[in-house]
């Protein structure tokens, strides 16, 4: 059944596939900045496309689940939203202050921007992803709990699930941790230490509950796989991603001036992190092979599936592969973390994105699917993307293993330029593979636009 207010979901749709772009288009900027040190020099600098484009990935992502829960939880609570005029409300602040703090970002001089925006009544700024003004941030507080204040009041009016229960969950996680980004100690080990309550809680703990349901309600929908079995398989994911998750923060605090006992608990629990995104996999495949019926929305099942498989691969394995504390010993801050950090972001948030707006997008313009021509092309999109961000990730591989070898480990080991000018190859293998993902994100949108074939009615 369709739901009038489901409608809100789709401008965050919309603004996060275009966020999206923007994010691809300034990590090409710094993938050439790499090769080509003096690239847009001045006006661009690398530390100022680094921050738009990491930026831009967490707002994007943050629009891609808003997106998602406006158009899931009417279809949970069986009820319409609480507000759907406060659900573009919200929309339309938010997507105002994102562009309008990356224009800051590209336009004014980052301590400029600092001073202009208060940083000296509370400083915020100038950490890793956590770079916004202390007005966005702000701004960014009050926008989601208005967002939840709508959500939350849709749940309790409707009909309780699991799934609603654990976005929920998931979504005030969010907003608790992010409070986190306020707290900004002198002390640089303090700082780190609390840092990554935001950004390790987030993208390894409560971004999980909200992946989870969102990939639980696709499959319910795609497969006809009765709730109950799905709902159990749900439960013992998020179980095993917050046992492990929590504790695991602590492969972040091997080496900045943290007791050792970090080592033991960080190395222990990281090492345990696969097994939620191992049977987030099965779980995946299990529903598809069980299912009850054939969705005509083949690509949105294709992506559901390629979600399960890649979040175990980029989280999992090349998490895996440094997370111990004798090897992130020499790893560390090489390339192989870039590697980790792409496939991780791609297979988890990206593709659960992808997978929501592929299965809702036709339905909120009138059909179940879209037509043949246009999954054909969405498939070709699913294609070229996910083999070239395999490919990005191995290339970074192996230069983060050729950084590590000429930088910390030979006899005479080299200076950090130095070791730079040596993987220079990678990096430019890097950049043309890219481009090939950019590709992939062209069809991906084109898809929705090919008129090609008969579009079939919404059942």
Known sequence: MQYQSQAVAKPYFIAAIGLFVGQILFGLIMGYQYVVGDFLFPAIPFNVARMVHTNLLIVWLLFGFMGATHYLIPEEAETELFSPKLGLITFWIFLVAGALTIVGYLMVPYATLAAMTGNDILPTMGREFLEQPLITKVGIVIVVLAFLFNISMTVLKGRKTSISLVLLVGLWGLAIFFLFSFYNPSNLVLDKYFWWWTVHLWVEGVWELILGAMLAFVLIKVTGVDREIIEKWLYVIIAMTLITGIIGTGHHYFWIGTPEYWQWFGSVFSALEPIPFFMMTVFAFNMVNRRRREHPNKAATLWALGTGVMAFLGAGVWGFMHTLAPVNFFTHGSQITAAHGHMAFYGAYVMVNLTMISYAMPLLRGRSANS????????????????????????????????????????????????????????????????????????????????????????
């Not at 054909?376 to 990005?392: A, D, G, N, P, R």
């Open 372 to 459: 043949g021509p246009a999954q054909t092309l969405e498939m070709w999109s699913f294609w070229l993307m996910t083999v070239s961000i395999v490919f990005i990730t191995l290339f970074l591989t192996a230069a983060g293993i050729l950084q590590i070898w000429l930088q910390r480990m030979g006899t005479a080991p080299l200076g950090f330029m130095a070791a730079q000018d040596q993987i220079m190859l990678f990096y430019w293998l890097r950049e043309i593979t890219g481009f090939v993902f950019l590709l992939g994100l062209v069809l991906y949108i084109w898809s929705f636009f090919c008129k090609k074939g008969e579009a079939q009615a919404a059942a």
